[in-house]
């Protein structure tokens, strides 16, 4: 039996319209995503067998390579959560398949706002489920300019599939989205983590990120972060590191008040993985849809640079602006400041669980 659970209840959307924020305005670009899932969860230790396959329309060579690619993707955002992938003693059976196709698009582009491809989803995960929420209510409240144009663009499709030993389909997620990028990797990333945000997590599990080298962070801040947006998943809305872009004053790569610029990576992937972030802008968050409660925001999370090493703690602020928001901070801190932070992201987390259980 399947179930599927309404995102949110347009009444609630409507607490956001009109509103006087510091928060974001101009709501995030994500992939359309829906997940359909039974009643079960999949245990965490469980092992896959994953296979992948698929097209990309608009070229003719062996997709073998792509292919490859995509299962160490996979494989490394499921040891990540906790699970295994083995080809000879497995649990479960996934089926990864995407479709990549070209499109001549009539598109209509608002001049202060980027595309957004929100789905609905029956996700167990509230840090997700109220970040899309909150992005979707921004696009009522934000004055655009429509431009409309032709162009060519890229229509890609993604869909993970869990069976069980007897081949039977017990969950899926899938997602699409068009881009003017043929490079399904890149932009499949977010959508992945969004699907994968259903299954469970192992706290346990440290991530390895490697540190920048010392000569290469003015390199890596260019080629990687400058002039560019993030987006992750239980963000409503984009990130940057480049404060030209939220300010319109641009300065140069060595302002940010890190203390360590080599954590530039880690950053980056905390951004783009959290499934669970801690809206600071006000005291009260008795009301998750109050657009004050997002004008700032902290992320942390817990990293390795190399697999021997000792685990550092990672905490990031994002502050809001009118286009999104500015990386303010990004440090490593004390085991008793992670800690800190910690209990205040699983209070903000049970109110969250609490929120969404709408059923006796």
């Known amino acids: 039996m399947y179930k599927r659970m309404n995102l949110v209840a347009f009444g609630f959307l409507l607490l956001l319209m009109g509103c006087t924020t510091t928060a974001p305005v101009v709501e995030v670009w994500q992939p359309w995503t829906r997940i359909i899932n039974s009643e ?46 083995d080809s000879t003693d497995y649990d479960y059976k996934i089926l990864l398949k995407y479709n990549t196709t070209s499109i001549i698009k009539r598109s209509s582009v608002f001049s202060n706002s980027s595309e957004n491809y929100w789905g609905y989803s029956s996700s ?21 300019v429509q431009v409309t144009r032709d162009e ?36 499949s990333l977010p959508a992945i983590q969004i699907i994968l945000t259903d299954l469970p997590k192992s706290e346990q599990h440290i991530p390895i990120v490697r540190k920048l080298k010392s ?17 992750g998943p239980a963000l409503p809305f984009r990130i940057t590191f480049d404060e030209y872009l939220t300010s319109g004053v641009g300065k140069s790569w060595h302002y940010f008040g890190f203390k360590d610029l080599d954590i530039f990576p880690l950053c980056v992937d905390l951004i783009q993985t959290s499934e669970y972030v801690l809206p600071i802008g006000k005291k009260d968050f008795t009301d998750p849809f109050d ?3 997002w004008g700032t925001v902290k992320l942390g999370g817990q990293y390795k ?25 990004c440090s490593v801190v004390t085991d008793d400041e992670y800690q800190l932070f910690k ?18």
């Open 215 to 231: 000569t290469h962070i003015k390199n890596y801040y260019r080629t990687k972060l400058e002039r560019r947006w993030l987006v």
């Open 40 to 85: 079960g969860i999949i245990p965490l230790g469980s092992t896959f067998y994953l296979n992948v396959k698929g097209t990309t329309e608009p070229l003719v060579g062996e997709d073998d390579l792509l292919n490859h690619e995509l299962y160490n993707v996979i494989t490394s955002r499921l040891e990540r959560r906790g699970f295994r992938v």
């Open 305 to 329: 640079t190399q697999p021997q090493g000792e685990p550092i703690n990672i905490i990031i602020v994002l502050v809001g602006a009118k286009s999104g928001y500015f990386v303010d901070k």
């Open 152 to 187: 060519l663009r890229f229509l890609h499709s993604i869909s993970l599939e869990l069976f069980n030993l007897q081949n039977e389909l017990i969950w899926i997620g899938e997602s699409n989205w068009d881009s003017n990028n043929i490079d399904i990797i890149t932009d």
């Open 124 to 144: 167990r995960n509230v840090g997700f489920l109220v970040a899309q929420a909150i992005s979707i209510a921004s696009a009522n409240v934000t004055e655009s």
């Open 343 to 360: 209990s205040q992201l699983d209070q903000w987390e049970q109110f969250l669980k609490n929120y969404y259980d709408f059923y006796r």
């Open 291 to 293: 657009s004050n409660l």
